[in-house]
């Protein structure tokens, strides 16, 4: 297909961002709904979303402070563990997981070690972004990284421009583990098959630029007494590094688990993410506003930084059963204009104060892809009781987070319906998934996703009906009445 001039109809943007890209659009997705040519499980728009120059700059703000907190919490969390810090920091993260995890997070081989990858979920207010999640073993890179060079062919200037996502994710490897061309094995587990299909394009685009970065079923590693290796077109290659995208809860049904993590523990390569599953619990998100640990915030992110990641960061809580003594309050929650000091009454609460989000903390297939999650004030008040009491009883095996709802402003787009030949208007709310890449100290946003889905959902996620499209600095026009 002829490559389309910005001028040209946006319907030709549109075909144009369809025949180009792969069919199944690198991620399963249901399609029962989609239209049989749309190749992109998603709707698909002529521009990429705009974010506006203000809203941009507090995203290449929002990464550094990001790799502080990262750092902080890993650092409370061994504190914590040594009895330096509030010893309950410890059991609250290490709640429900095997000895053989606690004993892969706390290892001095990986004590300093952070995420590569960092990705935020956003949500768009008319208050501004709200931080509902942080995600450190996300997906998305490829089909992300393919729109982002899609649209730039088309002439839009997306942020991270065409190849960020692509080649910033070697150049971050290349990094962490400072050798010119490491050969890696992105390792995805049949728990993340969804994004098998993105992970092979990531890895096919790499390696036609001469990187040596394989996407592989655990079970096709192989070892000897010196380390992993993996079998390709060119031969037999030593493996000098492991993005692991598996999740540390599956690690009895991996195949290869343990020599991966046997060589990991003798240097003989380098696992990324590290296999600290503390990291990966959305809990951090209460323990920022946490009155005890606010010194300690302060202390390790400056004034600046903790007010920055306060003001995102909605109110979150644990939820935990342990009885408290009749003193103590929960602060910030109120039932039928009372104070919480038991979660049971939580039960009894209005529609009104239940206007909050209860999901899995982390540890658990429940706890991504908006997998689990409850939203009170959509609910019936039996059926929010008894999520309610679902979530106490699952805390020894998966804690469970509040977080007060905050609902997305409205935002005007447009997409192309493959059925009419048309573009439609469409009115939704998004959510705004920034990517940082670590290389070395310094944070790269390498692309920003944007899921802009239909106003009458209340859980917004990639779906049939959303758009997604790359986010671009620009001025958001305000949406249609």
Known sequence: MVLPSLQADPRILCLYINAQSPKGGLFAGDRAQLHPESRLPWRISPEPFWLSPEQHQLLQRLGPVLVRFYKAANLLYHQSVKGLQPAWVRRYLDQGKPERVLELGRMN????????????????????????????????????????????ELGYQVIGGPEGLIEGFYAALRATLQKERPVIGLVVSDESNDYRAEMEWLATQLQARDC???????????????????????????????????????????PKIDPILYFAKKNALRLTPPPKAYLEEKMWLAFI????????????LGGGDLALLQQLTPPTWV??????????????LEVEGRPLNDWQALK??????????????????????????????????E???????????????TPAILQRFNKAARQGAKYYDFSSDTLRPMHGRALVRPYYYLEGESPVLAGVKVILCPQDKKIIHGMTDAIVAPGAEGIPLPPDP
Request: net charge negative; charged share 25%.
């Open 109 to 152: 081989r990986f004590r300093s070690h952070l995420p590569l990858v960092l990705r935020p979920d956003l949500l768009l207010t008319s208050e501004g972004f709200r931080l509902t999640e942080l995600d450190s073993v996300p997906g998305g890179m490829g089909f992300a990284g393919l729109l982002a060079r899609l649209y730039t």
């Open 212 to 254: 040596p970065l394989y996407c592989l079923h655990p079970k096709e590693l192989r070892f000897d007494d010196e380390g992993l290796l993996i079998e390709t077109a060119k031969g037999r290659l030593r493996v000098d590094g492991v993005y692991r995208f598996l999740e540390l809860f599956d690690l009895p049904n991996i």
């Open 289 to 300: 506003h946490h009155p005890l640990l606010q010194r300690f915030w302060e202390k390790e």
């Open 319 to 332: 939820l935990d059963p342990t009885p408290a003594p009749p003193h103590t309050l929960i602060p910030g």
């Open 348 to 381: 009894r609460a209005s529609k009104k104060e239940r206007e909050l989000v209860l999901k899995p903390s982390g540890f658990s297939e429940l706890a991504w892809g908006s997998r689990g999650v409850a939203i009170g004030h959509d609910l019936p008040e």
């Open 383 to 397: 059926e929010w009781a008894g999520r309610v009491q679902e979530a106490l009883d699952r805390y020894a095996q």
